[in-house]
């Protein structure tokens, strides 16, 4: 069965710094393309960081110098650090696992950034 877990969301202050896991299981974890999206209330899911198919990453503008995607392949396990959390980012947070056909998505963990 495939699986795909997030884990270490919560309430944080602004500049505060928060660490995301993603664990994944019932699929060939290094060979799919890995990433982070979230989804604020209203708002579009928009993808935050990403391990493209070569092997480097790409980040939201607005994240890049404070958000680093990581992964760890013996695992099964991407990480998203965030530092210097603002406000606007705010939002459930989703892990991604793509190699066409087939897509898999965790179920999000909540991120709060609010003083």
């Known amino acids: 069965q495939v699986q795909l877990v997030e884990s270490g969301g919560g309430s944080v202050q602004p500049g505060g710094s928060l660490r995301l896991s993603c664990t994944a299981s019932?699929?060939?974890?290094?060979?799919?393309?890995l990433g982070w999206y979230r989804q604020a209330p209203g708002k579009q899911r928009e993808l935050v960081a990403i391990?493209?198919?070569?092997?480097?990453?790409n980040y939201l503008e607005s994240v890049k110098g404070r958000f680093t995607i990581s992964r760890d392949n013996a695992k099964n396990m991407v990480y998203l650090d965030m530092n210097s959390l603002k406000p606007e980012d705010t939002a459930v947070y989703y892990c991604?696992?793509?190699?066409?056909?087939?897509?898999?998505w965790g179920q999000g963990t909540q991120v709060t950034v609010s003083s």
């Open positions: 991604k696992a793509e190699r066409p056909p087939y897509t898999y």
């Open positions: 019932g699929f060939i974890f290094g060979i799919y393309v």
């Open positions: 391990f493209t198919s070569g092997g480097s990453t």
